[in-house]
């Protein structure tokens, strides 16, 4: 395969590596993803994450493996075991449903290679054209609020709620971005207030619990998150705290706008109660840990409950940005996900 190289992903000597997002930003670490093993393991530490990347990923992966002769039994098989990598994000089943699809095919090693990087180039595209169309809705002088990590790093191109910042900062209407540290693994902390210093955007880094007095005080004027899967319905399953955040914004009447491309629809799930929820160990609601080590400060018997997702209800988003365009509310009652 061709060498190709995204912020958090690269094909190097047709094997894959992968940027580490645990060890981001103290340390930039190219890891081998050469295996199922490997990528399946990087996929639950949360080494790459990030809807669209986990999907990019996986099906880099299966490429590489088609051309290095893996048998197509032995690539059906590692297909299973990817898509069963994490549950939420629906862009992993989705683009494995289109790989399933090439590896039928009767030259099926070109037709993996070909969809794999059909895949990546089409995500680039979908964010930028995600940025555009979103951009168009952000007020000149506003004060965002970003959850969790949506940029460079969790895609191929630039991004999705973070791509429409950027976006909307290069023609000069960001003043400046408020950045949820998104506990407990600090997507935000880590990955979003990292990008956005790269990017040169203005930012302050709040803890989650901060949003709803910064609210309070009227300096948000729109958030902008991503998503892990939506519904038929317009429920959208997000990081952990997004519906804190929106109905935060509902009580305060501020814009809520979820970003997304149409890899991330599931047109066949009825709505939020249908999308699966990841639930995580105790050890990340227990304590950190990162490329400075670990610390705990609950007790060793702590019980714990740790769900990486919420649903946020349809009734509470202003517009799903959409690759397509900007989906209004209305058009989601009136059944425009629907199959
Ligand atoms: C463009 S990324 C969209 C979502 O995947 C993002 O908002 C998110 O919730 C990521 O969760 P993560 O657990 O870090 O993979």
Redesign the pocket.
Known sequence: MQTLRTTSLEVRDNQLWILDQQALPQQQNWLPAHTVTQLVDHIHA?RV??????GLSASLLLALLGEQGVTRAALAEALEVLRAS?PT?VNLMNNLDRMKIALAESDHVNALSAEALRLVAEDKQLCDNIARAGSALVKPGSQLLT????GGL??AGV???LGVIAHAHQQGLVKSVWVDETRP?L?GGRLTAWELGELHIPYQLITDSMAASLMARGVVDAIW????RIAANGDVA??IG?YSLAVLAHYHGIPFYVA?PHT?LDRQCPNGDAIPIEQRAASEVTGVSGSFGSVQWAPDNAVVFNP??DVTPAALISGWVLDTGVVTPEQVQEGIFQP
């Open positions: 949360l994450r990030g809807a669209p990347l986990i994490r994000a959850h969790c990590n949506t969790a895609t991004g999705t709620a693994l997507q998150v991503g998503a892990d997000n990081k997004t997304a991330t990486a997702f």
